[in-house]
C-alpha cells in the first residue's frame, strides 16, 4: 500500500528542514527521512522500510525484496553469466540485503566488513566517504571468490552519489579485472553529474556497468541544511528513559545451529551454504518458538549490525512456524540518529547503548536500536525480543551497566530471548574452520586445540521424546539405545568386570525398582533435605555467575549431574532472570568425555563458557578423569559439584558429607534415562555416547518432584546463598587437598583392598554401590542419623553388613566385594560372605555362597582383585 502524505515518515523532516523527495511512486513507501546526529558530512538519513534496519519489518517484505532484486538481475545477465556471478554486499546495512539479492540469484556471497581478523589479509578495502564509520574490508575465506572474471554484482541500500561503489570497482579492477558490474539499489538517488561520473568512470575503465534499482529519484537539499538540521536537533525534546518497570524475563537459548554454517557473508557464504541452512530453519525456529512466552501477538527479531542475514531468515522460519504476520525485523546500527515520537518521522524511539563487540577500527564506543521501545504508542509494544549475535559480541558489555542493551530491552517488552550464533572465522592461510574466534585484544573465542570440529554432528535429545525432563530444560549430548537390549543381572556385570573381560560402560544393570518402604525414605529424605540443597545449589550457582559472568553453558554429566544441572539452570533464572543453555554429556572412567560431545559444544559455544556439573565428589575418580580429558584444550576442567566431601574441587556448594536425594534412586530421579554406555557396534566414532530412555517407568518417575521440591526453597535460602557465595570467594581453604582419596587409600590397606577403585566413599557413592555392584560391607560414621537410613534399608535388602566406625572422614563408604563371583550371593540376591576379602566363594548345593578364608602367615587376608570400578 502506497503511503500518503499524511502519514509518510518523511513528513516532519521535509517541511521542518526543505528537504524533498521526488521521483518514482514508490518512494514514499520505501524510505521515509531522519536527522543524523554527530555527521558534519550529511544532515539528512534516508530510512528505509523494506531493509529490516531501522524499521521494523516482516521478515518476508525484507528478504522478498532482495529476492526480486535477485529475479530482476538473473534476467539481466541470463542464465550463462548468472552460473559465473558473484554478488558483493556492503557493510553494515547492505549486508542482509546484498544475501538476498544472492539468493536470487543463487550465486555465492561476500560482504564487507569493518571487523578485521588477525592473520587474515584483506583481499581488497575501499571507503565509503559519507559514513561515520568509513573503512571497509574484504575478507573472504577463500581469495578465489573475487578472482573471476564473472559478473560481479555489487549491492547497497541506495544508490546517492555512486562513490563508494566507485572506489570498490576501482579497487577490484585493478587487482582481478572483469567486463561487466551491476549495481543494485533499493533506491538510486543519483543526480545527473553522479550519473555522469560514473558513465566516464566505466568507459575510462573499459567495462560494462548496469544499475538495478527498485525505486528512482532525487532528494532536494537547501545551501543551508546542515544548520537546520543543528537547529532541529538542538531544540527536540530530550530523550525520555523508558519508565521503571520490573525487568522482563530473559531467556538465553543454545540455537542448534548446523556446525561448521557460516554465520553470514563476511567471509564468503556458498549454494552449498545455502542448502545447509534452509534446510536447519524449521528445527531452529522451532526452538525459539518455545521459548517466548505463551500467546506472544508481536515479536521482534533484532539482529546486531553487520549479522543481519541470520537473524532475518531465523525471523521469516520464525514468523511461518507462528502462523504468519506476527514477527517483524531490524538490527542494531551504529549510525547515530535523532529520535523524534512523531508519525511523520521515521525513527520514532531510540535505545542507545555501549558497543559490546570489542570493536577494533576505532569507530564510535556506542550503538542504537531504533523503534524497538513503544514510545508514546502502546500498539507498538513488542510482546518478546529476540536478540541474536554472534559470540564475540556476548561480552560483558551485553549484559552488565545501566545502558547495557540487554537491560535497556528488558524494560521495553515482555520477554527477551538470546540467541548466539558461533561467529564463522577462516584460519589465515585460507583454511576456512567454522570455530568461535575474537578481535585482537579479546578473550580468545577458539575451539579447543584437541577437538576438531567435524563438518557433521549429531544433533541433541530433547524431552519428552527423550527423557521426562521438558526441552528446555536440558539437551542430551547422547545417542539413543533404548531399543537395544543392554542389561545384564548386577552379578553377571560384576564378575566380568572383576574379571577383566568387559567394562562397566558396555552394558547397563537392572534398573532397580524401589519398594514402597524405600520410596517412603525417598520423600522423608527429600522433605528433610530440600532446603540444604538449595542452599548448595544457589551457593554454586552465583559463584560461577560471579567467576565466569552470565554467559555460562552448563554440561552436566550424565547422569546424575543433570539433575544439579537443571537446578543450577534454574537458580539463574530465578534470581538473575537469566536462562542459560544446559546440556548432559557422558564421561566414562577409563575412557574420558565423549569426545563428540565435546566437539559439539566447541562448535556451537565458547569453550571457556563451558561449566562442567556434577552431583558430588566420592574420592574424586571422576574429578582426575575429567581433568585427564580436557588437558590441551580450552575447556575449563573446573569440576562444580554440589558436595565435595572428597575435597577434590574448588566450586561447590558445601564440603559436608550428606544425603543428595537424588543419589537415592536411578533413572526415576533423573529423568528416566540410564547410566551412558560405551561399546563398539553401538557407538561409532561421529556418535555421542549412548543411553536408554526408560519410558515403561513413568508410573514412578519423581524427577519433577525432586526439582520442584528444591527449587520451592529458593527464594528462603537466598540471604543464606549471598552470604556463602561470599564466604566461598575469600575462603583460603578453597584450593583441593584431596583428603578424601588420601582417606580412600588408607581404608584399602586397613582393609586389605588392594584396588581403590573398590572403595566407594561418601553417601552417593555408598547409595550406588548398594544400587547397582555387588557389596561386600558398608562403613559408617558412628553416630550418623537420617542420612543413612535409606542405606541401612538397602543394605539390610542386600544382606550386607553395616560397620559403625570412628573417625570416618566421609558420612559413610561402601566397600564393593573384592574377589568377586556370582557364587558371593546366594539364590536371592543376599550377600552370603563372612565379611573377609580373602573369602573364597562358591555357591553351595542349596544355591546360596559357602566360604573358606585363606589366610596369609602374618594373618593378613588374601585378596586377589583385578577389577574396575564404574
Not at 192 to 206: I, K, N, T
Not at 510 to 532: C, D, K, T
Request: hydrophobic fraction near 40%.
Amino acid at each position: 500500500m502506497t503511503a500518503t502524505p499524511q502519514t509518510w515518515t518523511g513528513r516532519w523532516v521535509a517541511d521542518r528542514a526543505g528537504i524533498a523527495l521526488t521521483g518514482s511512486e514508490r518512494l514514499p513507501e520505501l524510505v521515509g527521512l531522519a536527522l543524523r546526529s554527530g555527521n558534519p558530512k550529511r544532515a539528512h538519513l534516508l530510512v528505509s522500510n523494506v531493509l529490516g534496519k531501522h524499521v521494523p519489518q516482516r521478515p518476508s517484505v525484507v528478504h522478498g525484496t532482495g529476492l526480486e532484486l535477485g529475479r530482476r538481475v538473473r534476467e539481466l545477465l541470463g542464465a550463462a553469466a548468472t552460473a559465473r556471478a558473484v554478488v558483493l554486499g556492503y557493510a553494515e546495512t547492505a549486508t542482509g540485503l546484498g544475501h538476498s539479492v544472492a539468493d536470487g540469484l543463487d550465486a555465492p556471497y561476500l560482504h564487507s566488513t569493518r571487523r578485521p581478523v588477525p592473520g587474515l589479509a584483506p583481499v581488497g578495502g575501499f571507503e565509503e566517504e559519507h559514513s561515520h564509520a568509513t573503512s571497509h574490508l574484504l575478507l573472504p575465506a577463500d581469495p578465489a571468490l573475487l578472482a573471476g572474471d564473472g559478473p560481479l554484482v555489487l549491492v547497497d541500500d541506495e544508490f546517492s552519489t555512486g562513490r563508494t561503489v566507485l572506489n570498490t570497482i576501482r579497487d577490484l579492477h585493478a587487482r582481478h579485472p572483469r567486463g561487466h558490474y551491476v549495481v543494485v539499489a533499493l533506491v538510486d538517488l543519483r543526480s545527473a553529474a553522479d550519473r555522469r561520473r560514473l558513465d566516464e568512470a566505466a568507459a575510462e575503465l573499459g567495462v560494462r556497468l548496469d544499475l538495478v534499482a527498485t525505486a528512482s529519484g532525487t532528494v532536494e537539499l537547501p545551501e543551508d541544511v546542515v544548520a537546520r538540521a543543528e537547529r532541529l536537533i538542538a531544540g527536540a525534546a530530550p530523550e525520555e528513559a523508558p519508565p521503571a518497570a520490573p525487568a522482563a524475563p530473559l531467556a538465553r537459548i543454545a540455537l542448534d545451529w548446523p556446525a561448521g554454517l557460516p554465520d553470514g557473508g563476511r567471509h564468503g557464504f556458498t549454494a552449498r551454504d545455502r542448502a545447509r541452512l534452509d534446510a536447519a530453519l524449521p528445527r531452529l525456529a522451532g526452538q525459539l518458538a518455545e521459548a517466548l512466552p505463551a500467546g506472544a501477538r508481536r515479536v521482534l527479531v533484532l539482529g546486531f549490525e553487520e549479522l543481519m542475514y541470520a537473524p532475518l531468515r531465523l525471523a521469516g522460519a520464525l514468523d511461518e512456524r507462528l502462523g504468519g504476520n506476527r514477527v517483524r525485523f531490524s538490527t542494531t546500527t551504529r549510525s547515530p540518529v535523532l529520535a523524534v515520537d512523531d508519525p511523520g518521522y521515521a525513527i520514532r524511539t531510540r535505545l542507545a547503548f555501549p558497543a559490546h563487540d570489542d570493536p577494533q577500527d576505532g569507530g564510535s564506543p556506542e550503538r542504537y536500536a531504533y523503534n524497538v521501545a513503544p514510545g508514546s504508542d502502546p500498539a507498538r509494544r513488542f510482546d518478546a525480543v529476540v536478540l541474536v549475535v554472534d559470540d564475540m559480541a556476548d561480552t560483558p558489555a551485553l549484559h552488565e551497566g545501566e545502558r547495557a542493551l540487554l537491560g535497556q530491552l528488558r524494560q521495553v517488552t515482555d520477554r527477551v530471548v538470546l540467541a548466539v550464533l558461533p561467529s564463522h572465522r577462516p584460519a589465515a592461510g585460507g583454511a576456512a574452520p567454522s570455530v568461535p574466534s575474537a578481535p585482537a585484544g579479546s578473550v580468545p573465542r577458539s575451539v579447543p586445540r584437541s577437538v576438531s570440529p567435524s563438518p557433521s554432528l549429531p544433533v541433541p535429545l530433547y524431552g519428552p521424546a527423550f527423557s521426562s525432563y521438558p526441552a528446555e530444560e536440558v539437551a542430551w549430548l547422547l545417542k539413543d539405545l533404548s531399543g537395544v537390549a543392554l542389561e545384564a543381572p548386577t552379578e553377571e556385570r560384576e564378575e566380568a568386570v572383576q574379571n577383566g573381560g568387559a567394562h562397566y560402560a558396555e552394558s547397563l544393570p537392572v534398573e532397580y525398582q524401589p519398594s514402597p518402604e524405600y520410596q517412603e525414605l525417598f520423600q522423608q529424605a527429600l522433605r528433610g533435605s530440600a532446603g540444604r540443597i538449595a542452599l548448595a545449589v544457589g551457593t554454586v550457582a552465583e559463584t560461577l555467575l560471579r567467576e565466569r559472568g552470565p554467559g555460562l553453558v552448563l554440561a552436566s554429566l550424565a547422569r546424575a549431574g543433570t539433575p544439579v544441572g537443571i537446578l543450577v539452570r534454574r537458580w539463574l533464572a530465578f534470581a538473575h532472570g537469566l536462562s542459560v543453555p544446559h546440556y548432559a554429556v557422558s564421561i566414562v572412567r577409563g575412557r574420558g568425555i565423549d569426545p563428540v560431545a565435546l566437539r559439539y559444544l566447541a562448535a556451537h559455544h565458547r569453550a571457556q563458557d563451558v561449566v562442567f556439573v556434577d552431583g558430588w565428589t566420592g574420592k574424586g575418580a571422576i574429578t582426575r578423569e575429567l581433568a585427564g580429558a580436557l588437558a590441551g584444550t580450552d575447556f575449563d576442567p573446573d569440576l562444580a559439584v554440589l558436595a565435595d566431601p572428597g575435597r577434590c574441587v574448588r566450586t561447590y556448594g558445601t564440603r559436608d558429607d550428606f544425603l543428595i536425594p537424588s543419589a537415592c534412586l536411578n533413572s526415576t530421579v533423573s529423568g528416566l534415562v540410564s547410566r551412558t554406555v560405551l561399546r563398539a557396534g553401538l557407538i561409532g566414532p561421529d556418535d555421542f555416547h549412548g543411553a536408554k530412555h526408560y519410558a515403561e517407568l513413568a508410573g514412578s518417575d519423581v524427577s519433577a518432584a525432586f526439582l520442584d521440591a528444591v527449587a520451592a526453597r529458593f527464594g528462603e535460602v537466598r540471604a543464606a546463598v549471598a552470604e556463602g557465595a561470599g564466604r566461598l570467594a575469600d575462603d583460603p581453604q578453597r584450593t583441593p587437598d584431596w583428603a578424601g582419596w588420601a582417606a580412600v587409600e588408607r581404608i584399602s590397606a586397613e582393609y586389605g583392598i588392594d584396588n581403590v577403585n573398590l572403595v566407594k566413599p561418601g553417601v552417593g557413592e555408598t547409595t550406588r554401590v548398594l544400587l547397582r555392584r555387588v557389596p561386600w560391607r558398608i562403613l559408617a560414621r558412628r553416630g550418623a542419623g537420617a542420612d543413612l537410613d535409606h542405606v541401612r534399608l538397602l543394605a539390610a535388602q542386600r544382606g550386607v553388613e553395616v560397620e559403625e566406625v570412628d573417625g570416618l572422614p566421609y558420612t559413610c563408604v561402601g566397600l564393593i566385594h573384592p574377589r568377586y563371583s556370582r557364587g558371593a550371593t546366594g539364590g536371592d540376591g543376599r550377600a552370603v560372605t563372612d565379611g573377609h576379602p580373602g573369602t573364597d566363594v562358591r555357591p553351595g548345593a542349596d544355591g546360596s555362597a559357602v566360604t573358606d578364608r585363606r589366610a596369609f602367615t602374618d594373618g593378613r587376608v588374601a585378596t586377589e582383585t583385578t577389577g574396575r570400578d564404574s
